[in-house]
């Protein structure tokens, strides 16, 4: 079992920027991908960013050139670095990771990210 606990949300200006840390319960080497999807009420989670233990990155469109994902391997947490932030990217903001070998998931409970205009 993997614990994710998601910090580095809050309440942010439109243009501003927010770090958001996932922190595991485990050394992440050993978890193939981490990512980050986000969720507004009353729609279906969506993906954000990926990272593969070998550094290969994936992003949504509507983040790319603005959000950073990376991770620490010798460590236990994975970040995302988001810049020029919009109000639609108000949304809860949850890790997931995805262990080697098993592929079994895991989530955190949720960072919240709220961006003003």
């Known amino acids: 079992q993997v614990q994710l606990v998601e910090s580095g949300g809050g309440l942010v200006q439109a243009g501003g920027s927010l770090r958001l840390s996932c922190a595991a319960s485990?050394?992440?080497?050993?978890?193939?991908?981490m990512g980050w999807y986000r969720q507004v009420p009353g729609k279906q989670r969506e993906l954000v960013a990926t990272?593969?233990?070998?550094?290969?990155?994936n992003y949504a469109d509507s983040v790319k050139g603005r959000f950073t994902i990376s991770r620490d391997n010798a460590g236990n947490t994975t970040y995302l670095q988001m810049n020029s932030l919009k109000p639609e990217d108000t949304a809860v903001y949850y890790c997931?990771?995805?262990?080697?070998?098993?592929?079994?998931?895991?989530w955190g409970k949720g960072t919240l990210v709220t961006v003003s205009s």
């Open positions: 990272v593969t233990n070998g550094g290969n990155t």
């Open positions: 485990t050394r992440i080497f050993s978890l193939s991908l």
């Open positions: 997931k990771a995805k262990r080697m070998g098993t592929g079994v998931n895991y």
